[in-house]
């Protein structure tokens, strides 16, 4: 295993804030754990906010992807309705000239079938 060095970058003003902190009274209490304090939690609120927003956009734009895929399968539902529709108008026309072309033909048939009867006898 390979682990790199890291140099380190501290400040004059880290390294002056340290022992501020170090030669006050307490170390874990006092002004700048009380400073740290207030903008860690400024910071945490400012995240959860965030995070809150975020939520809401992203419960808003999944509701309007519902919405529309919603709306989608009610228009493919009609849309295969009618196409099932078209397609059983379209057998039943089709029937009915079929069955007119084969009654026509029949009696083009028949008459034929007559005029040779005739013809030959």
């Known amino acids: 295993m390979n682990i790199e060095f890291y140099k380190h970058n501290i ?6 804030n340290v022992v501020k902190v ?5 170390l874990t209490t ?7 304090e207030k903008r ?4 945490i609120t400012e995240i959860k906010n965030e995070l809150e927003a975020t939520k809401t956009t992203t419960k808003n734009t999944l509701d309007k992807i519902k919405d529309t895929m919603n ?11 009618q ?3 078209d ?3 379209l057998a039943r026309d089709n029937h009915s000239k079929l069955t007119q072309q084969i009654n026509d033909m029949n009696s083009n048939l028949k008459a034929l079938i ?3 009867i005739d013809l030959y006898s």
């Open 11 to 16: 400040s004059q003003k880290d390294i002056d």
């Open 22 to 26: 170090l030669h006050s009274l307490f």
């Open 30 to 36: 006092g002004e700048v754990v009380d400073d740290f």
């Open 40 to 43: 860690l939690n400024s910071k």
């Open 71 to 81: 709306e989608n399968r009610r228009e493919l539902v009609e849309i295969t309705r």
């Open 83 to 85: 196409t099932q529709d």
């Open 87 to 89: 397609l059983k108008k």
């Open 114 to 116: 007559q005029r040779l």
